[in-house]
Nanobody, 126 residues
Framework: VQLQASGGGLVQPGGSLRLSCAASGFAFDYYDYYAIGWFRQAPGKEREGISCVPNSGSSTYYVDSVKGRFTISRDNAKKLVYLQMNSLKPEDTAVYYC?????????????????WGQGTQVTVSS
């Protein structure tokens, strides 16, 4: 299983970005068996889980710092998960990663996930 995160960039405070996480490599498995999480790591800080979606996509989860501003969604047919980020703040600056685990439920615990994308840089600055 391979994951590729994309969509990062430089944006002004209050702006928006949409990150994508594309999955591939499911030769003998099914993408819709996998829960997906979004994590971020700011300079000098640990990687933190910020949002996740179970394999079914039936519910979504957010940490308080992004709740109401970020929206996670998944398209199982396209093997894509999105993270729509609105009202961005300078403290959202970080490298953003997506991760996958073959399980129905998702988690904010980075040790839960077996598969990781390479990360995409998000910088919020004026």
């Amino acid at each position: 299983v391979q994951l590729q995160a994309s969509g990062g960039g430089l944006v002004q405070p209050g702006g928006s970005l949409r990150l994508s996480c594309a999955a591939s490599g499911f030769a003998f498995d099914y993408y819709d068996y996998y829960a997906i999480g979004w994590f971020r790591q700011a300079p000098g800080k640990e990687r933190e889980g910020i949002s996740c979606v179970p394999n079914s996509g039936s519910s979504t989860y957010y940490v308080d710092s992004v709740k109401g501003r970020f929206t996670i969604s998944r398209d199982n047919a396209k093997k894509l998960v999105y993270l729509q980020m609105n009202s961005l703040k300078p403290e959202d600056t970080a490298v953003y990663y997506c991760a996958a685990q073959r399980f129905s439920s998702c988690s904010f615990d980075r040790d839960w996930y077996n598969y990781w994308g390479q990360g995409t840089q998000v910088t919020v600055s004026s």
